[in-house]
């Protein structure tokens, strides 16, 4: 069932992104479609489900690397795309960033500082 779950989560992730690429209204083709998809970083928020419901960055799926299903669900990750995780401050998203290296994803990434600088930093540029 948690199998079921998170693949449904990378799904619509992907859905969403991909939904967000046609916001302004304009027509796009299903190739130009595919390439965009693919080319939007996986943002993967590392923290507990309370920490993720409390807020989180827009189009990010919740896999706590402390769970015991964190190593399996990485199955289902598409390794060919870009892959950015990221936790309260940085500490676990290391933990997750050598995780899936060791696990042989090539195009993986951690936010410098976390969810909590992403968030001032998104704040202070709402406020310009």
């Known amino acids: 069932m948690k199998k079921i779950v998170l693949m449904l989560t990378v799904l619509l992730s992907i859905s969403v992104n991909a939904q967000e690429s046609q916001a302004d209204g304009r027509r796009i083709d299903a190739k130009a479609l595919i390439e965009k998809t693919h080319k939007t970083p996986i943002l993967i928020d590392v923290r507990t489900p309370e920490e993720y419901r409390e807020g ?21 990750l598409p390794r060919e795309r870009e892959i950015i995780v990221f936790c309260q401050s940085g500490d676990r998203s290391n933990e997750a960033f050598e995780m899936l290296k060791s696990l042989g994803f090539k195009n993986v990434s951690q936010l410098i500082g976390g969810y909590e600088v992403w968030r001032k930093a998104n704040e202070q540029r709402k406020d310009k």
Request: aromatic share 10%.
């Open 56 to 76: 989180t960055i827009p189009g990010a799926m919740s896999l706590n690397i402390h769970s015991e299903d964190f190593k399996r669900a990485t199955e289902f």
